[in-house]
């Protein structure tokens, strides 16, 4: 667990510091739920802070963030110390509004690589009138417990055996998503969607291609029957060994049991029994078999005007392709446009690398 979390929420990019001066990215509020002693400065902290210096992400298992604000990722602070207000939401309540973004990091990492921190900054740009959340680093095994508990899926978390699951990062992943959507409602969306318009739709799936869909970005209000029905057919089904058998292609088998799928034609998007299926060209304009285009340099860069949000399927990255500043390519304006304080810090991490390279080499 991380030892310190905060849980913030404000409508505005810019407020005032106690002294009164104005600066942006500050908490409206911040709440330390669990304090760790933090030394205010820490010169070789500084030295090795990795990234997101200039935003503060509320991080671990409950953690709400209804904008991004500054972090400091010192050695032995994680976040920088603030003083409690006397009023704040609590998570449970912020997630009781059904209205979130939901974010999930199931990995063990605790610095978050900048395509996530350009997804959670992108988000709360978009949507400044809802909380987006990321859960980071909580999802224990009593975390997750609690998450399953009153669906389906507690059955099925009690028995199985994470250690003789292949997949289970993934796997964790996809049934804690339907498990917070079922309880709360929202939108869920995977860490590599950077948005770039909201999205106008209240029960949707996304359509990867024509007839299949993705389990990448979907929203719902809470206790929709479609969910409900996802968690039952998920322990049902239960094959761990076979990958996206538990994410995407339960999706897909469960709209066919109520929808006809067929093709897309053009830009329209599809309807039945009150769940839009969202046509491919509003979060996956590029499909995966192309998804190395993003890193490219384009002779004309596309608009995206038919998008929502675009998906950069980091699961098919596995040469690990970096956004590189100066390099031009589509996901480097994609960063300047629509993460820029991501992109800020970037820029000024890759020069104190360059700085302590050459300070090495002296």
Not at 218 to 237: Q, R, S, T, Y
Not at 264 to 288: A, V
Request: charged share 20%; glycine share 4%; proline share 6%.
């Amino acid at each position: 667990m991380l030892q310190t979390v905060c849980v913030s929420s404000s409508r505005s990019w810019a407020s005032r510091k106690p002294d009164g001066q104005k600066t942006s990215w500050k908490c409206g509020f911040v709440r330390t739920i669990i304090q760790h002693t933090c030394p205010r400065h820490n010169p070789r902290g500084q030295r090795k802070a990795r990234m997101l210096k200039k935003i503060y992400i509320c991080l671990c298992f409950f953690f709400v963030s209804g904008i991004l604000y500054e972090i400091s990722l010192l050695s032995g602070c994680f976040f920088s110390c603030m003083p409690m207000p006397k009023h704040f939401l609590t998570p449970e309540q912020v997630l009781n509004l059904g209205k979130s973004i939901i974010f999930l990091e199931t990995t063990e990492r605790l610095e978050p690589p900048p395509l996530v921190s350009c997804s959670v900054e992108s988000a709360a740009r978009i949507y400044q009138d809802r909380p987006v959340i990321l859960f980071m680093k909580g999802l224990t095994n009593d975390t997750m417990e609690t998450v399953f508990q009153e669906t389906p899926l507690l059955q099925w978390y009690n028995e199985v055996d994470p250690e003789e699951e292949k997949n289970w990062v993934h796997v964790s992943s996809d049934a804690s998503r339907l498990a917070l959507i079922w309880k709360y409602g929202g939108i869920y969306m995977d860490t590599d969607v950077i948005s770039i318009r909201p999205i106008p739709e209240g029960s949707f799936l996304a359509a990867q291609k024509s007839r299949f869909s993705s389990n990448g970005i979907f929203g719902f209000p809470a206790h929709h029957k479609f969910i409900w029905d996802c968690m039952e057919n998920f322990v049902l089904k239960y094959n761990g060994n076979i990958w996206g058998n538990q994410g995407p292609f339960l999706m897909t088998r469960m709209l066919k049991t109520i929808c006809n799928l067929t093709d897309f034609e053009g830009i329209e998007d599809h309807s039945c029994q009150n769940i839009s299926f969202l046509n491919p060209q509003r979060f996956y304009p590029i499909p995966y078999p192309a998804w190395s285009r993003y890193y490219d340099v384009w002779d004309k860069n596309p608009d995206f005007n038919h998008s929502y949000a675009l998906h950069l399927w980091n699961f098919m990255n596995r040469n690990r392709k970096a956004v590189v500043a100066g390099s031009n390519t589509l996901a480097e304006k994609l960063y300047k446009t629509y993460c820029p304080t991501t992109y800020e810090d970037l820029i000024k991490n890759a020069e104190l690398r360059d700085f302590s390279s050459y300070e090495d080499s002296v």
